[in-house]
């Protein structure tokens, strides 16, 4: 998954993605985790931020470029 | 390859927990929330600085994840591992060795001629089973090798054992010419019977014959003119006299054991033989029982049995009695069963220098009769054979 992200990434030049899966939501290239609670993340990413809200939000997996976040998502929104 | 750690951190702010780990950059694989802790995959280098940052939260390490738990399992449980590895390697080569080779035939030349071949093939005890080609080969080797003796041959692999069935070859060779021959007399005497398988017998019953007369001839005659020629074979059976003289001596050496026993050692190379110890036995018979052989010594045991030497006589019936039983024993009556006594008589007897001389006289019957070969030569004139042998 991670390889072929790199390689979009290599060929199209993207500054961020963000995949929405049922339940589940996958964001490459964020700068940094602001807000962490069951009900609100919030994202940095490079031009906005993203603030998901939602029940039982959960982060399953993250490292220093891509997260992935669990949960029932309700809304989400971007901030610039 | 990543190295990953599977770590439990015990908290009840797990957002802050994953607030502070996201600012160190922390690479978590997996997140999974507990009641009182946060357990996380993340990497092992990472863990030092997770340490670190998050002083005032226990982390432990629960267990290894992926490849490295494998790993792990497999150094913590090698010796079940390495017992299971050796178990199935000793089953599978065991499963692949020759234990005993069973040929099958009641001839035990058969047995011992296909166990040396088999041998000479590789087919052994403790040897590896081979392919059903390769025992295929084997047997049409063996076969051609053996086309006279071996009829039928199989090899059948039953577990660790191998058995060999085998049918033996019965050849009939058709008889040989033997040449002609007639059967003469190889002694002198007075016939007493005549069996005749082959030939014309010449003699009749209680004729007396000298040496190399002839008895059967190979010779078929009709109307005075020989027909043919064979083989003659026969038994003819004469009363055969002998007049012997033989001396016994009438003092004897007997040797009685005293019970007494011992050891010693004896060396022996092909020209010499050494005793090791002194003998501390006077009059003694000797049995050697051999050990072991170094270049060209031979190494023996002897147990030296002490014994009592007296000189004794013989009374004249005993010393008869031997010398008539070694005239018999000359003579070969005993061991020969075509030889039988039908008189015998003592014509003289005397004791001088110690020794008993006697003359005898003994009536045998034996089968006087032998082949003795001959060539036939044609007459040119009547085409008539013409017996040219000896007889």
């Not at chain 1, 939501?25 to 069951?38: A, G, I, N, R, S």
């Not at chain 1, 919030?42 to 976040?69: A, R, V």
């Not at chain 2, 011992?262 to 006077?282: A, D, G, H, P, Q």
């Amino acid at each position: 998954m991670r390889i072929i992200k790199n390689l979009q990434n290599f060929l199209l030049d993207q500054d961020y993605y963000i995949d929405i899966f049922n339940n589940c939501l996958h964001v490459y290239y964020y700068q940094e985790l602001l807000t962490l609670t069951p009900t609100l993340i919030s994202l940095k990413l490079k031009e906005f931020t993203l603030i998901i809200e939602g029940t039982d939000l959960i982060i399953s997996s993250m490292d220093n470029h891509e997260i992935l976040i669990k949960g029932i998502i309700n809304n989400m929104r971007f901030e610039r | 390859m990543k190295h990953y750690l599977k770590v439990r951190i015990k908290t009840t702010k797990k957002t802050d927990v994953i607030l502070k780990l996201n600012k160190i950059n922390v690479d978590i694989k997996y997140i999974s929330y507990e009641k009182d802790y946060l357990v996380l995959d993340l990497l092992k280098n990472d863990l030092k600085r997770v340490k670190k940052y998050l002083l005032s939260y226990p982390v432990e390490i629960i267990d290894e994840v992926g490849l490295y738990k494998i790993k792990d399992n497999l150094k913590k449980h090698s010796l079940f591992f390495i017992s299971i590895i050796f178990a199935i390697v000793v089953f599978s080569v065991l499963s692949h060795v020759i234990i005993k080779v069973n040929i099958i035939h009641q001839n035990k030349d058969i047995r011992e001629m296909l166990k040396s071949d088999l041998a000479s093939l590789g087919v052994t005890p403790l040897s590896f089973k081979k392919s059903y080609q390769e025992y295929e080969e084997i047997i049409n080797t063996i076969k051609n090798n053996h086309k006279d003796e071996i009829e039928w041959l199989e090899i059948d692999v039953d577990g660790m054992v191998i058995n060999v069935r085998v049918e033996e070859r019965i050849l009939t060779t058709p008889k040989e010419e033997e040449g002609y021959c007639n059967i003469i007399a190889s002694k002198s005497g007075i016939i007493t019977s005549i069996l005749t398988s082959r030939g014309v017998p010449i003699v009749g019953m209680n004729d007396y014959v000298e040496k190399d007369d002839l008895l059967i001839t190979g010779e078929i005659s009709l109307y005075d003119e020989v027909k043919n020629n064979v083989c003659a074979q026969g038994e003819v059976y004469a009363e055969v006299w002998y007049s012997v003289k033989t001396k016994y001596p009438l003092n004897y050496t007997e040797e009685a054991k005293t019970g007494k026993m011992r050891f010693n050692i004896m060396v022996k190379n092909s020209t010499n033989e050494y005793t090791i110890l002194k003998s501390r036995v006077k009059e003694k018979t000797v049995q050697k029982i051999f050990l072991f052989k170094i270049f060209n010594y031979e190494v023996y045991l002897e147990k030296e049995y002490e014994v009592i030497r007296k000189d004794k006589t013989y009374s004249e019936e005993v010393a008869l009695k031997k010398a008539l039983d070694n005239v018999h024993n000359h003579l070969s009556v005993n061991a020969s069963p075509t030889k039988k006594i039908i008189n015998e008589k003592v014509l003289k007897k005397s004791v001088k220098n110690g020794n008993l001389d006697i003359e005898i006289f003994i009536a045998l019957e034996e089968q006087i009769g032998v082949a003795k070969p001959y060539t036939k030569e044609m007459d040119s004139d009547t085409g008539d054979t013409r017996n040219n042998g000896n007889s």
